[in-house]
Structures are given as C-alpha cells and as structure tokens.
C-alpha cells in the first residue's frame, strides 16, 4: 500500500504569516506544529501570478511533481490550508481538505469564501483528527 501523505500550505499554516519570505532562518513554526511533524518535500511556485503557470495553486502542478517523486496517490491525500486557494487545490486533486483558523483560515471562514471538508483551529488539531481517522 502506497504512504498516504498531508500536503501542507506554508504561510499561515505551519509559519506564521509574513509579507515576503525570503530568509530561512525566519521560518517560524506556529506553535505546537513543531513536534512530531517530518516534512519529506518542500516544493513552491517559483513564478509571478501573471505567468500563468501549472504550479501555482489551486493549479496542481507540484501536487504532480511530489506525487511522482513520492510515489503516492494525490487524491488519497490530506490537503490543510489557511486559504481559498489551498481547498480549492485539495478539490481539484480529490483529496480531503481542511482549513485551519490561523493565517487568513478565519476570515476565509467568516466569509464563507471556502467549503472545505472540515475546520479546524489550527495545524495541532488537524494532525489530532487526522491520527483519529487513522485509527
Ligand atoms: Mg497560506
Ligand atoms: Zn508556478
């Protein structure tokens, strides 16, 4: 049986929130994220919104490339994000979604901009439910 895997947005979900990352060592885990959590690939859209490109979410470009260099199954993937853009990604893959209520999770809630599969408040409790399920 092919590993099932959690695609992780980045801004918002696992770090906090920021303008413009560029400096690694400014990646700041959200709180309780950093236990028990092993990240097997790190992938990003090096392109500007206006290329048009096929990796840019919610286009499942990099969804694809992990997959192949992964091995695994997109739709049998867990996809948390904090935004529109990120559920929509899950969708378009098949995959299960949840938004978490840090980064833009609760605007994106309150709006009701986003129907993803669940809500939960943050990166902690989504790792909680998905260990539930697994059970
Ligand atoms: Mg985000
Ligand atoms: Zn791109």
């Known amino acids: 049986m ?3 895997y959690v695609i992780l947005d980045r801004d918002g979900t696992i770090i906090e929130e920021r303008h413009y990352l560029s400096d690694p060592d400014a990646v700041q885990l959200l709180p309780l994220a950093a236990e028990d959590v ?3 690939g790190i992938y990003f859209c090096p ?3 206006d290329d048009n ?3 840019r979410k919610p286009e499942p470009g990099l969804v694809d490339l992990a997959a192949r260099q992964l091995d695994f199954n997109p739709a049998a993937c867990v996809v948390i994000g904090d935004k529109r853009c990120d559920i929509e990604l899950g969708r ?3 995959a299960m979604t949840m938004l978490v209520r ?3 999770g609760a605007q994106e809630e309150a709006t009701c901009a986003v129907a993803p599969d669940h ?3 943050n990166l902690h409790d989504a790792a909680k439910s998905i260990s539930t399920w697994m059970k």
Do not use: A, N, P, S
Request: proline share 0%; hydrophobic share 25%; with cysteine.
């Open 47 to 49: 392109h500007k919104l």
């Open 92 to 94: 378009r893959i098949g």
């Open 53 to 55: 490109c096929c990796c």
């Open 2 to 4: 092919k590993k099932r």
């Open 38 to 40: 092993r990240l097997d």
């Open 119 to 121: 809500f939960v408040d």
């Open 102 to 104: 840090t980064g833009y």
